[in-house]
């Protein structure tokens, strides 16, 4: 299956973020990050009920940029 992986770098190192399982990660890199991720979401899955599973998944999830004007 092919999840989003939403990474940003946060103090030193970087944040993975999966939007349709609310599941995230942490790593020194953005490829340490990601493959954080990877696992955490391989280990969800070995481990939750195909009731969590269910009930966690967003099957829509869009990206996308805004124009917000401030100040």
Do not use: W
């Not at 103090?11 to 973020?17: A, I, P, Q, W």
């Not at 399982?21 to 340490?32: C, R, T, Y």
């Not at 979401?41 to 829509?60: G, I, M, Q």
């Amino acid at each position: 299956m092919k999840f989003t992986a939403i990474i940003e770098r946060e103090g030193e190192g970087y944040v993975s973020l999966c939007p349709e399982l609310d599941i995230a990660s942490q790593g020194n890199s953005v490829e340490q990050a990601r493959d954080n991720l990877r696992e955490a979401l391989e280990l969800f899955f070995e481990t939750a009920s195909p009731e969590e599973v269910k009930e966690r998944l967003h099957d829509e999830i869009f990206v996308t940029q805004l124009e917000v004007l401030y100040g």
